[in-house]
């Protein structure tokens, strides 16, 4: 589990826009709503025995239904689009960046086996940039946010984040907030 | 001979199915925060949407088989 450092307090948690997540989703899930119509449609229809070269080929075959047979693949099918699904979903929703009053943490799956948590303090922030281009992210607006900061990490995005303005005042607003609070304690 | 395929092919989906949940359940656990509510919703669904779709594989390697 990703842990917050004493007296941190969430401030805001971004993932990519949703609808970059049904675009990604839109393929898999038509073809897993065809597939479950076709089984549906193979339950209460009769279809004609196997071709007599697959038999003369398989013998074997005999002993099943085509219709059967049709109805075990599609959902062994079924399966692997599911896991395939929700692999984009896990992708998606474990890309996030969160703000705290502290530092902006930002946890990125990159394959099955690879994870990247990285953090940026708010006291090492320089300046932030906000990049929207195209017709959706203008409409729907959602865009990139770029954090310049001092230090190891030069640059920190937030990818196609709703409201980047929005994140943009946020972050500001806890970077104020923790540099006065530095300034308290150093005086 | 056929019907070994259909239940070696049925087991070899079913593994990979459990393998590739537990890697999920492993990264939702591990990279997420405590507090987070809609973790547990995400993942009931995606628990039992896998459970119906290994039974109803089940049930059409049994039709096949007998």
């Known amino acids: ?28 899930v038509f073809i897993f709503f065809v597939t479950l119509v076709l089984i549906a449609i193979l339950l209460f229809v009769r279809l004609p025995s196997l071709p007599e070269w697959l038999i ?56 099955l086996f690879s994870r990247i948590v990285s953090s940026v303090p708010h006291d090492r922030i320089q300046d932030i940039t906000i990049d929207i281009h195209g017709i959706l992210p203008t409409v729907l607006h959602f865009g990139d946010l770029h ?15 709703p409201d980047p303005y929005k994140t943009k005042e946020v972050i500001f607003e806890a970077r104020r907030e923790l540099r006065k609070a530095l300034k308290k304690e150093e005086a | 001979m056929i ?13 990979f199915s459990l393998i590739l949940a537990i890697i999920i359940f492993y990264h939702f656990k591990r990279f997420t925060l405590p507090a987070d509510p809609n973790v547990k919703k995400v993942l009931n669904i995606f628990k039992f949407g896998m459970i119906i779709l290994i039974l ?5 390697l049994i039709l096949n088989l007998f």
Do not use: C
Not at chain 2, 56 to 60: A, E, I, K, T, V
């Open chain 1, 147 to 161: 954090i310049q900061t001092a230090g190891e990490f030069r640059e920190f995005i937030f990818r196609q984040i």
């Open chain 1, 56 to 111: 003369k080929f398989a013998p074997s075959l005999l002993k099943f239904e085509i219709r059967e047979l049709l109805l075990f693949s599609l959902s062994l099918f079924l399966l692997i689009l599911w896991q395939a699904i929700w692999l984009v979903i896990t992708n998606y929703y474990l890309d996030s960046w969160i703000v705290t009053n502290k530092r902006t943490i930002h946890t990125e799956l990159r394959g």
């Open chain 1, 1 to 28: 589990m990703i842990t917050l450092r004493e007296n941190e307090k969430i401030y805001l948690i971004k993932r990519r826009h949703p609808l970059i997540l049904r675009l990604e989703l839109l393929p898999g």
């Open chain 2, 56 to 60: 109803l594989n089940l049930f059409f």
């Open chain 2, 3 to 15: 019907a070994l395929i259909l239940i070696f092919l049925s087991i070899a989906v079913i593994l």
